[in-house]
């Protein structure tokens, strides 16, 4: 299908509120889409300028960028299925289709050796569509979702759903051999609808709840006189206004007319109850006929019954559910509802007092199972906020299928970077927001709706001609990758590359990009007149250790194999070993290793940096620490007892140690500086810094989740640590 006939308007769903956009005042020409791009909307515009001044007060270790796309195609979506349930702070489980910008979900931090359960927001939410992937697991459960989307692996980190497409730098998926964290789903034994929406439900839970918790008085008295008085009369008190409204709710349904009024004041021990109440004969009528038992109950209405007899008799105390009765009958119910709906549970023996239980067994799976199939209306008894992430059920892989169709997906971002999807811990994508001095365009429409910069070769040109221009250092992958996909068919870098060394202007560009190899002749030809810089970060030597730690980016053999492309063709090419680990990589033997094996690659020069940890590196980095490597966790507390920095101490330690392998293998040094690239002049060379000379928002700080801050990741892209911007491209 050709490119030139794939061209949309505004209302077809290309950018939501277009024709009053920015891309209108930037001149947009047309928008296209191909099959080529699944998912993702071409922005083509005759933007008004091509060079952005990164300001001052950034901290930028460059002053100029060129950015001829904004937003990437090479971006990973990590896209679910609509039909996924989302775990909501409540309790609830909601399709991700019906999850809001602003509603609070459950995400995971780090705390101690433990990864705990928290309450994050939703902070941006669309739509997509890609391939689809279906997830087995040996519990039962099942998660569609791209091949994109990445899972929290049990001691082995985040893993893509599956393996990369022929000619993608390679990652790690899900295997076999692996099991996720979370509690599961187990098989669906009913579908999921949310309570409320059938009257078989309604009338389920009133019976359970008012059976539970509710008082009914019926008595005939004879006056002197003789007449017969019938007094009836119905209440219904709880201290959760959640139970008693959908009550109220419910049985106004059904025609019952009640009234409210306090029952109980607040002490220092109990809250305070409110009651509703009927005395009609009617009403009380009505609300007989809706707890008696049903001779064939159905679906909905066991899960109403036990929805209602938990809100009414139930509780969750130190991770353990029970429902609490003297009724025998209410009791079997309850138990049999619960194998109905595959709820393992046991009967524990009655108190003195007649009061007997019913126990739900199974650990977090079993409690969310039973949140799940019965929506119960008090979320604070089933709240798993602080609990810590255990996995009680059998969640390893059975098999990732490919579904070979293109579907609709549904993508979030939390403030944690992950949320709980059919329950299993889930990344999710990393919001982009709006940084106008990188040219950035806003968080969610990054990754689908790309703007093209047709014009941006000839405004260059018109820009560096301009007398005012003094040649200062440009550089090029600051902010999205200029060799994403994309590149192959608008071909922009030849000619920027072309203007800036007509004009004499240095550049360097940071980029993973395949596509760089296209013009690596045309690159060459450009430092002959000009300096350029090229860099690539290598940290590790073995493989597996660098998966473990960077999952989803280039393996040291691709990495290696770029830096000898780009020999090749007589550039000069800097390596950023960064971060360099302590207990990890730190030892003579890895630094021999890998610092020989990028010599034989032919590098020009070699950074090195010790890890940083910053918040949100930080609670990553130790929690893999604690489960892979427990035996160095102490000594990570004494090297940054400081917090975000090693100690002086270590650092002088370690360039004690690389300072004589980096002379051995013809890496000059000089003090604490060793050289990287061509030149030490322009913005954009890899150089080495104490930690006074890489402030928040540099080059070469460490990101979260273990990429480097000054390096793209898989297909390119850019995470400024400390800046607020965050891009991460696949």
């Known amino acids: 299908m050709r490119w030139d006939g794939q061209a949309i308007a505004a209302d077809d769903g290309a950018l939501p509120g277009l024709e009053r956009s920015g891309l209108a005042r930037l001149g947009l020409v047309r928008s296209v889409r191909t099959p080529e791009f699944a998912g993702v909307t071409f922005h083509e515009v005759m933007s008004k300028s091509a060079l952005s001044k990164v300001p001052a007060a950034s901290r930028m270790p460059f002053g100029w960028t060129v950015n001829p796309y904004r937003g990437c195609s090479h971006a990973c979506r990590y896209c679910a299925s609509p039909e996924t349930l989302v775990l909501m702070a409540d309790g609830r489980q909601v399709p991700i289709r019906d999850v809001l910008v602003g509603d609070r979900v459950i995400g995971t931090m780090s705390d101690g050796k433990y990864r705990r359960y928290v309450a994050t927001p939703v902070l941006a939410k669309w739509w997509t569509v890609k391939r689809a992937h279906r997830v087995t697991l040996r519990d039962g459960t099942e998660i569609v979702s791209s091949g994109d989307h990445r899972f929290l692996v049990s001691g082995r980190g985040w893993k893509h759903a599956a393996r990369p497409a022929p000619g993608e730098p390679q990652r790690p998926y899900l295997t076999a051999n692996n099991s996720l964290m979370g509690f599961g789903h187990g098989v669906r034994t009913v579908a999921y609808t949310a309570p409320g929406e059938s009257r078989e439900y309604r009338l389920g839970y009133l019976a359970g709840m008012i059976r539970g918790d509710g008082m009914r008085f019926a008595k005939t008295y004879v006056k002197p006189t003789g007449r017969q008085v019938h007094v009836t009369q119905f209440r219904l008190a709880l201290a959760d206004r959640e139970a008693l409204e959908r009550s109220a709710d419910y049985l106004a349904l059904e025609g019952v007319r009640l009234s409210r009024r306090p029952f109980t004041p607040a002490t220092s021990t109990r809250r305070a109850t409110d009651s509703i109440y009927t005395g009609r004969r009617a009403d009380y009528q009505t609300i007989d006929r809706i707890v008696a038992w049903p001779e064939d109950a159905c679906a909905d209405w066991k899960r109403g019954f036990l929805a209602g007899i938990f809100d009414a008799e139930g509780s969750c105390s130190h991770g353990v559910l029970r429902i609490a009765n003297s009724d025998a009958e209410i009791l079997s119910r309850t138990s049999a509802y619960l194998d109905d709906f595959g709820v393992s549970n046991v009967r524990e023996q009655a108190r003195a007092n007649g009061v007997a239980t019913i126990r739900v067994v199974g650990g977090l799976a079993a409690r969310q199972r039973f949140s799940r199939v019965t929506g119960p209306a008090i979320s604070r008894k089933l709240t798993i906020l602080g609990s810590a992430v255990k996995t009680s059920t059998d969640l390893g892989v059975v098999s990732v299928e490919d579904l070979r169709i293109e579907q609709s997906m549904v993508d979030i971002t939390t403030g944690t970077g992950d949320f709980v999807a059919n329950g299993v811990i889930s990344h999710n994508c990393f919001a982009r927001p709006t940084h106008e001095y990188l040219d950035l365009d806003a968080g969610k429409d990054f990754d689908s709706q790309v703007v093209v910069k047709m014009n941006v070769d000839t405004l260059l040109r018109a820009e560096l001609a301009k007398p005012s221009w003094r040649r200062e250092p440009v550089a090029l992958g600051t902010n999205t990758d200029p060799y994403q996909r994309a590149e192959g068919r608008y071909r922009l870098m030849p000619g920027i590359i072309g203007a800036l060394a007509d004009s004499g202007t240095p550049f360097s560009i940071l980029t993973k990009g395949t596509l760089l190899r296209r013009d690596l002749p045309l690159i060459a030809q450009a430092a002959q007149r000009v300096e350029v810089g090229l860099g690539v970060s290598l940290a590790f030597a073995d493989e597996e250790l660098q998966q473990a730690v960077e999952p989803g980016t ?83 507390g004494r090297v940054f007892s400081r917090g975000t920095y090693a100690l002086e101490a270590y650092r002088q330690w370690l360039w004690d140690r690389v300072q004589p392998l980096l002379d051995e293998r013809g890496f000059g040094s000089s003090g604490h500086r060793a050289r990287s690239g061509a030149t030490g002049r322009y913005a954009g060379e890899l150089r080495a810094h104490d ?40």
């Open 691 to 730: 930690e006074g000379d890489y402030p928040a928002g540099s080059m070469v700080e460490p990101a979260a989740g273990g990429a480097l801050a000054g390096m793209p990741r898989d297909g390119g892209g850019l995470q400024v640590a400390g800046a607020g911007v965050e891009e991460v491209l696949f």
């Open 554 to 636: 280039p393996t040291p053999r691709a990495r290696l194999d770029l830096i000898r492309a780009v020999r090749a063709a007589g550039l000069p090419c800097g390596v950023m070993v960064a971060p360099v680990l302590p207990w990890l990589t730190d030892s003579r033997d890895h630094l021999r290793r890998l610092l020989d094996a990028i010599a034989d690659a032919g590098a020009t020069g070699v950074t090195v940096v010790p890890l940083h940890l910053k918040p949100g590196t930080r609670e990553w980095y130790l929690q893999w620490l604690a489960k892979e490597h427990p035996h160095a966790v102490a000594g990570y």
